[in-house]
């Protein structure tokens, strides 16, 4: 929420004292903050209290001042890049079924292009009320953001449904505002990280993958509305809790956890640096230290990724490609061989790849143009590759569609 501009709505309710926690959070996380009020609503919270809060100006009448040539609630309409409004009244919610525009706010939410959230908030009769529930649902049809109010002890002393949810619950839930819902409904599964093929108890062969890469893909893959999958390396990295994520060790329970996910999946990530050899034989002791020289027998682990490509009924497969040297001829070569329908290369090296924040990529597909992002954090490339893989899945549906039509 960093930087985005956003507009709280308060309305006449008891739930208005929660507003201003609301806010304090909002700008905590970084957000702008700019309050508008009803008049009902200032019978429960000060303007004064909000203004406070927000550190600006708190908007109360429809043509109180004007920015600059354009009229109050226009201008508050452009400016926002989201509206919560919380607590929501049933009148409100009723006004916004219907598009009365009687007042700043209800004015303001029919003007702006802006996603509208509503925290509603009331008595459990008026909630359950079959008049209440039928806007609750208009209001979904349109695309409104409805924070589901929860169970508990009401102003009036009676115990229901009609709680408005506590300011923590809206903050974690006013993000998915902002996310393009590109993958809704979509299983996504990455890979991320290196894998440890032991040698013995206390030594492992592995790489210098970090996991930061298949991390940040699995934050942008979320914030695009899909179901993550995050089968994940050692690391010491977190995630989101609404991934799964899956803990492995090995290359073996790499390639068994994404057999056992991607029948569901719809898009299969491979970020991890899957170890491609590993010890024939695993020692059950310590290995000492008796001669100058040992030798380490190595296999060849299961290839994810052809293993994926063969199965019949095949997800829409992404690869990477890190290389020290002979990048694009190695990478097309991947794409080629392993039957992939995207391959992201990626230099290995100073300041680039394992271990750094930071990473350059080109995007290769198939009978398409090559995409090269420059240099930027990989949190930032992971919302390229995404939005990249949204449009050549697409694509890629465009054209089955056209030749089973044809």
């Given at each position: 929420m960093k930087n985005?501009?956003?507009i709280?709505?308060?309305?006449?309710?008891?739930a208005a004292?929660?507003?201003a926690?609301?806010?304090?959070s909002?700008?905590?996380?970084?957000?702008?903050?700019?309050?508008i009020?009803?008049?009902?609503?200032e019978?429960?919270?000060?303007?004064?209290t909000?203004?406070t809060?927000?550190?600006?100006?708190?908007y109360?009448?429809m043509?109180k001042q004007c920015?600059?040539?354009?009229?109050?609630?226009?201008a508050?309409?452009?400016?926002?890049?989201?509206i919560v409004i919380?607590p929501?009244?049933?009148?409100f919610?009723?006004k916004?079924?219907?598009?009365l525009a009687?007042?700043?706010?209800s004015?303001?939410?029919?003007a702006?292009?802006a996603?509208?959230?509503?925290?509603?908030?009331?008595?459990?009769?008026?909630w359950?009320?079959?008049?209440?529930q039928k806007n609750?649902?208009?209001l979904?049809?349109?695309?409104?953001?409805?924070?589901?109010?929860?169970?508990g002890?009401q102003?009036?002393g009676?115990?229901g449904f009609?709680r408005m949810?506590e300011p923590?619950?809206?903050?974690?839930?006013i993000p998915k505002m902002?996310?393009s819902q590109m993958?809704?409904?979509?299983?996504v599964?990455?890979t991320?990280g290196?894998?440890?093929?032991n040698i013995?108890?206390v030594?492992?062969?592995?790489?210098?993958?970090s996991?930061k890469m298949g991390?940040?893909?699995?934050e942008a893959?979320?914030?695009?509305g899909?179901?993550v999958v995050l089968?994940?390396g050692p690391t010491?990295l977190?995630?989101s809790?609404?991934?799964k994520?899956?803990n492995?060790q090995t290359?073996a329970e790499m390639?068994?956890?994404?057999?056992?996910e991607?029948?569901t999946?719809?898009?299969?990530?491979?970020?991890?640096a899957?170890?491609d050899?590993?010890?024939?034989?695993?020692?059950l002791?310590?290995i000492?230290?008796?001669?100058?020289?040992?030798s380490?027998e190595l296999q060849?682990?299961?290839?994810?990724?052809?293993?994926?490509?063969?199965?019949?009924?095949k997800p829409f497969i992404?690869g990477?490609?890190?290389?020290?040297k002979?990048?694009?001829?190695?990478?097309?070569?991947?794409?080629i061989?392993k039957?992939?329908?995207?391959?992201?290369?990626?230099e290995?090296g100073?300041g680039?790849g394992?271990?750094?924040?930071?990473?350059?990529?080109?995007i290769?597909r198939?009978?398409?143009k090559?995409i090269k992002?420059?240099k930027m954090?990989?949190?930032e490339?992971?919302?390229?590759?995404?939005?990249?893989i949204?449009?050549?899945?697409?694509a890629?549906n465009k054209?089955?569609k056209n030749?089973?039509?044809s």
């Amino acid at each position: 929420m960093k930087n985005k501009n956003i507009i709280v709505g308060i309305t006449g309710g008891i739930a208005a004292y929660k507003s201003a926690e609301l806010v304090r959070s909002l700008r905590s996380a970084g957000a702008r903050v700019r309050v508008i009020m009803t008049k009902n609503a200032e019978k429960f919270i000060t303007p004064l209290t909000m203004q406070t809060l927000s550190g600006e100006t708190v908007y109360t009448e429809m043509f109180k001042q004007c920015f600059q040539n354009d009229l109050e609630h226009i201008a508050l309409a452009r400016w926002a890049d989201s509206i919560v409004i919380a607590p929501a009244t049933a009148n409100f919610i009723a006004k916004l079924t219907y598009g009365l525009a009687d007042d700043l706010l209800s004015t303001v939410c029919l003007a702006t292009k802006a996603p509208i959230a509503i925290a509603p908030a009331m008595n459990k009769e008026m909630w359950q009320a079959s008049i209440t529930q039928k806007n609750i649902a208009a209001l979904k049809k349109r695309n409104f953001f409805i924070f589901e109010p929860t169970s508990g002890i009401q102003a009036c002393g009676e115990i229901g449904f009609g709680r408005m949810l506590e300011p923590q619950q809206i903050l974690e839930s006013i993000p998915k505002m902002f996310a393009s819902q590109m993958f809704y409904g979509k299983k996504v599964v990455i890979t991320a990280g290196s894998t440890r093929e032991n040698i013995d108890p206390v030594r492992y062969i592995s790489n210098y993958s970090s996991g930061k890469m298949g991390y940040a893909l699995a934050e942008a893959a979320l914030d695009a509305g899909a179901n993550v999958v995050l089968i994940s390396g050692p690391t010491t990295l977190s995630c989101s809790e609404k991934i799964k994520r899956i803990n492995i060790q090995t290359a073996a329970e790499m390639y068994k956890a994404v057999m056992q996910e991607i029948s569901t999946s719809n898009i299969f990530i491979s970020a991890a640096a899957v170890a491609d050899y590993c010890p024939t034989n695993t020692k059950l002791h310590k290995i000492k230290k008796d001669s100058e020289k040992i030798s380490i027998e190595l296999q060849r682990t299961s290839d994810i990724l052809a293993a994926v490509s063969s199965l019949g009924k095949k997800p829409f497969i992404v690869g990477f490609a890190a290389e020290t040297k002979n990048l694009l001829r190695n990478a097309k070569e991947k794409l080629i061989k392993k039957k992939l329908d995207m391959v992201i290369a990626n230099e290995v090296g100073e300041g680039l790849g394992f271990d750094s924040d930071d990473n350059t990529a080109t995007i290769l597909r198939k009978n398409s143009k090559t995409i090269k992002f420059p240099k930027m954090p990989k949190k930032e490339l992971a919302q390229y590759i995404i939005k990249n893989i949204h449009s050549s899945v697409a694509a890629k549906n465009k054209k089955r569609k056209n030749l089973l039509s044809s």
